[in-house]
């Protein structure tokens, strides 16, 4: 079929109808490939390229953040014998490949206290889409209900909102959003439990800490999991958390969903990242992805085999539940490394340091009255907080690309409520110097100096 008649079938003029969430400049650039260079021209032309980019003093986080990598974990995972096509299908995932993979997964279970974990899923954001889809159709095969409603909360990260809001498209599923309390960032808890007196909500949706940073109180939402039929889904904003809080699987969440990528994987400017997936034990042979388990062989030798496909590749296509398979194993085996290397008293060093220096900032800039006044005046938030400048957003945007200092996150391009108000993160890399040069913006030179309004 021509992509003329594809775009008539499915009601669009043109392939640009197809892509809003792509800002019109982005979509198809002139782009100025130079021509065929020798091996000297092309590195002094990479080498001059690389010359524009600016050490910039990042406090940006809000999903994805700069934690420290070990040099080991990726000298090992770029190893030869690691190498492998990206989607390893049964006859070429090697026994190799297998064994770190049933290790990431040992190792996720035990980090968020669940009974299994899957081989990785895209990113945070589909993990969550996949967790609400499995949820309806748990609802609607085990209870014989009809699920019509998932609830999500207003602070979660709007990336996370807008791929849910895809796959939901067309299965019928209505999305409301529960809001947070003004006074503390919380999720409105008596909002959300008059909204699972509704018998057609299948699923709630919370994350520790929430997009604002804030640390929900999970054991009150342990409680209404108990009052209700509708499942639990956790998000886990930064698995390092659990260095120091409570996992999903202490405070009764059926599923649990993170982004993979502060667990060894560098900023990438969006990617690839990692999908975290764990549930209990009930829901396991509904899971998206595959699981890899740990077997004997004939000669009662220990072996590994991919115990659980979901994907209809492999079996009927009415007993799919995705078609996600054994997608990020490069970016599972870095966080398997980073995990290994770290053990359970070194996730929870790299969590404290970065509780703490997370924690001086907040003290520094709320004692300069100068700077503006932080949010939700309380010390619950575990390495982010919501911080609201006396700068514009606008003005706030010029300024960084003046000085090279990227003071947050705005908030109010997602939360209109919170104007000239940025989301603030730190991690065990943020230095006394950092700290300073951010006070210092925010508080002093910058808002005495005339800025260019550029945006």
């Given amino acids: 079929m021509s992509e003329e008649k594809l775009l008539k079938k499915i009601g669009v003029k043109s392939l640009e109808e197809l892509l809003p969430p792509i800002p019109k400049e982005l979509l198809f650039p002139s782009i100025n490939i130079p021509g065929a260079k ?40 770029t190893r030869g014998e690691f190498l492998t096509a990206y989607t390893p299908y049964q006859a070429e995932a090697s026994q190799g490949t297998l064994l770190y993979l049933f290790e990431f997964q040992t190792m996720i279970s035990e980090l968020f206290a669940m009974d299994a974990a899957n081989a990785s899923l895209y990113d945070g954001a589909t993990a969550l889409a996949e967790a609400v889809i499995l949820a309806r159709r748990w609802y609607s095969e085990e209870l014989a209900l009809t699920p019509r409603k998932v609830l999500i909360p207003r602070a979660l990260h709007p990336q996370y909102k807008a791929t849910l809001a895809t796959y939901l498209r067309n299965l019928n599923v209505e999305i409301v959003e529960i809001p947070y309390d003004r006074a503390t960032g919380k999720l409105a808890l008596r909002v959300l439990q008059n909204a699972l007196q509704d018998p057609g909500v299948f699923a709630f949706v919370a994350g520790q800490p929430n997009f604002l940073g804030i640390l929900e109180d999970v054991d009150a939402l342990a409680e209404l999991r108990q009052k209700t039929q509708a499942l639990f889904i956790s998000v886990v904003n930064n698995p390092i958390t659990l260095g120091l809080l409570k996992p999903p699987g202490e405070y009764n969440a059926d599923i649990a969903v993170a982004e993979g990528q502060p667990l060894g994987l560098p900023l990438n400017y969006g990617g690839p990242y990692l999908g975290l997936f764990a549930v209990k034990q009930a829901l396991v042979r509904r899971m998206p992805g595959r699981i890899c388990g740990r077997t004997v062989d004939a000669q009662g030798k220990t072996g590994y085999t991919l115990t659980l496909q979901t994907r209809e590749q492999h079996i009927r296509r009415e007993k799919a539940t995705s078609n996600i398979c054994t997608n990020q194993t490069l970016c599972a085996l870095a966080a398997t490394i980073y995990l290994s290397l770290l053990g359970p008293e070194g996730l929870r060093e790299a969590a404290e340091l970065t509780f703490s220096k997370a924690h001086e900032l907040w003290g520094r800039l709320a004692a300069d009255k100068n700077s503006g006044r932080p949010l939700f005046e309380h010390e619950e938030f575990f390495q982010e907080f919501p911080f609201e400048s006396n700068m514009t957003p606008e003005r706030l945007e010029a300024a960084s690309a003046q000085t090279g200092l990227i003071a947050g996150f705005p908030l109010n391009r997602d939360f209109p409520e919170l104007s000239n108000s940025i989301l603030i993160a730190c991690t065990e890399k943020t230095t006394p110097l950092m700290m300073d040069q951010l006070v210092n913006f925010l508080g002093r030179s910058t808002i005495k100096t005339p800025i260019k309004e550029t945006i």
């Fill in 38 to 77: 020798t091996e000297l021209e092309f590195d002094a032309h990479v080498t001059q390229l690389a010359a524009k980019n600016k050490n910039v003093v990042n406090f940006l986080g809000a999903g994805a953040y700069d934690h420290f990598i070990p040099q080991t974990v990726w000298s090992l995972a």
